[in-house]
């Protein structure tokens, strides 16, 4: 399809959302990511069941968390998407790469003077 | 000290007098001519009349059915309300009822754990203890609020007091803090555990001196005459947080029998004396436990009597 | 088990603010079970904290572990050749495993990182309730197998009261009358005489009412 999305993106893949933890998205933060989005099946879609709706409250938690510890929860989201709906795919980065511009570099990556570390970094 | 309230005892403290006061215990039975009884031998002596709430967790007829008595009689009562025994809506309900028959002085107290008492196998409450009382009692008469929010117009004009033990040690500074947490609370005037160690007290009341705490609070000296050197021991081994001095029980034990009721009389009197010349001792409290009849006579004994009539 | 909920992180945060090394210490026991203070449960509150502090400018050392059980001294004491790094710790094991970690390192800051709620058990996952207040005195015998000291809102022993309507309590809808449900237990299992005996006033003393409470087992002691 030739679909463009923003180059700033790097794609984590997963058997399913289900699969992704709270302390998944919580590291993404910490070695320096301004945002990220959680994409998963199409609810009621899910070849494990339920994994997409365990991926909604676990992002609904890290939203909680980051507004608490002061990087804000709209840095994180959680959309549904099938596998045929690359255009959506493509907007949606976009969607979030323009919000995550007009909110500005994470306050992690403000504070460590940092681009992306490696996760052993952090976790050492 | 700060809010006024038509308390008697409160008016005799701001006087400069010493103040002084006594207690009743209610009978374990339905019989209210006791208090009467009790009440007519001190009444002259004292400026008030503490009334014990189910002392030593022994049940016995009400404090405030008591305390309006006396207050029926023309005198002016404590009313000793422990934590023990009821939650925040029962002892707010009862503070209510005490300031529609013109109590004016409560005691706050948490009350001695039910394992001492008659009635030891049963459930103990302490929804508050006695700071929060005192705290809650604060916010009803100041504020017009009950604990849960209610506010209403006519308020309960108490003078609120609490207990202070200096003996129960062996860290006196920390009693000190607890005095100064209950003074924070709202806390007017202190009735002491009964004393008998003097190096104890003198160095509690000094450091309450030091901290400007007896500018805040008014403290009475709680004075319990010994009747005899049985009495002195079993205060000495068996009651908590009461400090008897091995002189004290020698002094009391070296008359013989017939004499120690008098000696013990005299050595609360010389106590008395001594604590008269202790800064910021704005009173007595004397506890003759079971033994009422002779408060009159350590009174004028101790040259407080008459008392002082106040308009 | 014991059942727990993590504290709300601000809590946390406003204790542990000015520390520099933390150990977030999670317990793989009871706490596990029910989510609120493993392992996992440990990361996510370390993972939290460097965030918070590293957004703030600082840089914090938080760290994570987890000890096979808090309210024991051979697992606390795992702690020993670490713990002396950090300026406080956070347990996120019970109020026993809290204050037993607080007794064997007498000089730490000790802080609690959940909020212990009671003895109960797992209806599903994400669902406790509560079934066992710990009177000292087990009198389900007499009440069906249902305890009215944990099932009913005024721990009546003689109950139902007035309030119990259709089989659910005057405090909640949500909440079913447990002696509705001792009534009907004992319907079941053809104990309904039990019910009409009055029980006597209860002896608390080996209640909370009786004050703090131990068990000697000299058969077993070493």
Redesign the interface.
């Known amino acids: 399809m030739r679909l463009q999305y923003p180059p700033n993106v790097r794609i984590i893949e997963v058997p399913c959302t289900g699969k992704v933890?709270?302390?998944h998205l919580?590291?993404a933060?910490?070695v320096g990511a301004d945002g990220v989005i959680v994409v998963g099946c199409l609810e009621g879609d899910c070849h494990y069941m339920a994994g997409n709706l365990h991926a909604k409250k676990r992002v609904s938690r890290v939203k909680g968390?980051?507004d608490?510890?002061?990087?804000g929860g709209e840095r994180v989201g959680m959309y549904n998407l099938s596998s045929g709906m690359g255009g959506r795919f493509a907007e949606i980065v976009r969607e979030m790469t323009e919000k995550i511009m007009e909110l500005g570099p994470?306050?992690?990556r403000?504070?460590?003077g940092t681009a992306l570390k490696a996760a052993g970094e952090?976790a050492a | 000290m700060s809010a006024e309230t038509p308390s008697k005892l409160q008016k005799m403290i701001n006087s400069g007098n010493f103040a002084v006061t006594s207690e009743v215990g209610p009978p374990r039975s339905a019989d209210g001519a006791i208090i009467e009884h009790k009440a007519m031998m001190i009444k002259d002596y004292v400026d008030a009349i503490n009334v014990t709430d189910n002392q030593t967790s022994v049940c016995r007829l009400c404090s405030l059915a008591a305390c309006i008595r006396i207050k029926q009689m023309g005198l002016e009562p404590v009313l000793q309300m422990v934590t023990r025994d009821r939650n925040r809506i029962a002892m707010q309900s009862d503070i209510l009822g005490a300031a529609s028959f013109g109590i004016n002085n409560i005691l706050c107290l948490t009350g001695d754990h039910q394992h001492f008492g008659d009635h030891a196998s049963c459930a103990n409450v302490f929804d508050l203890d006695s700071t929060q009382l005192a705290m809650c009692v604060r916010m009803m008469r100041d504020e017009g609020k009950l604990l849960g929010g209610w506010e209403f117009e006519v308020r309960p004009q108490m003078f609120i007091g609490a207990a202070a033990n200096p003996f129960a040690g062996p860290n006196v500074a920390m009693r000190v803090s607890r005095l100064a947490k209950k003074v924070a609370a709202g806390v007017q005037f202190i009735q002491t555990q009964c004393i008998y160690n003097m190096d104890t007290i003198k160095t509690f009341m000094k450091m309450m001196v030091d901290r400007g705490l007896h500018e805040k609070v008014a403290i009475l000296a709680g004075i319990t005459p010994m009747k005899n050197v049985g009495m002195a021991k079993y205060m000495q081994k068996r009651v908590p947080g009461i400090d008897v001095p091995e002189e004290v029980v020698k002094r009391i034990g070296g008359v013989p029998k017939e004499n120690q009721a008098e000696e013990g009389i005299t050595l609360a009197v010389e106590q008395i004396e001594e604590l008269k010349e202790v800064e910021g001792i704005r009173g007595f409290h004397i506890m003759a436990i079971e033994w009422e009849e002779k408060v009159p006579e350590i009174v004028e004994r101790i040259g407080l009597y008459p008392r002082p009539q106040l308009a | 088990m014991i059942k727990a909920i993590p504290k709300?992180?601000?809590e946390i945060?406003e204790n542990v603010k000015d520390c520099d090394k933390l150990l977030i210490a999670g317990c793989d026991g009871c706490v596990t079970v029910c989510e609120a203070g493993g392992l996992?449960e440990a990361?996510?509150l370390a993972?939290?904290?460097?965030?918070?502090f590293?957004?703030?400018?600082k840089q914090a050392q938080v760290d994570d572990t987890s000890l096979t059980r808090q309210c024991e001294k051979e697992y606390l004491a795992q702690l020993s050749d670490r713990i002396d790094q950090y300026d406080a710790v956070v347990s996120l094991a019970c109020g026993c495993g809290v204050q037993y970690l607080a007794e064997m390192y007498d000089k730490k800051v000790i802080y609690p990182g959940v909020d212990t709620c009671f003895m109960g058990v797992n209806e599903e996952r994400g669902l406790y309730s509560e079934r066992c207040q710990a009177c000292g005195r087990c009198i389900l015998a007499e009440t069906g197998g249902i305890c009215p000291i944990a099932r009913c809102s005024k721990r009546m022993l003689n109950g139902p009261c007035g309030g119990s309507d259709k089989g659910k309590c005057e405090v909640s809808k949500d909440v079913p009358c447990g002696w509705e449900l001792i009534y009907e237990r004992l319907k079941t299992v053809g104990q309904l005489d039990r019910f009409e005996n009055p029980t006597v006033p209860k002896d608390w003393t080996t209640s909370r009412d009786g004050g703090p409470r131990k068990i000697v087992r000299e058969d077993l002691r070493i």
């Open positions: 933890d709270i302390n919580l590291m933060f910490e968390i980051l608490r510890v002061g990087l994470s306050p992690i403000k504070a460590t952090v | 709300p992180i601000e945060i996992k990361k996510i993972s939290a904290l460097r965030l918070y590293t957004q703030g400018g």
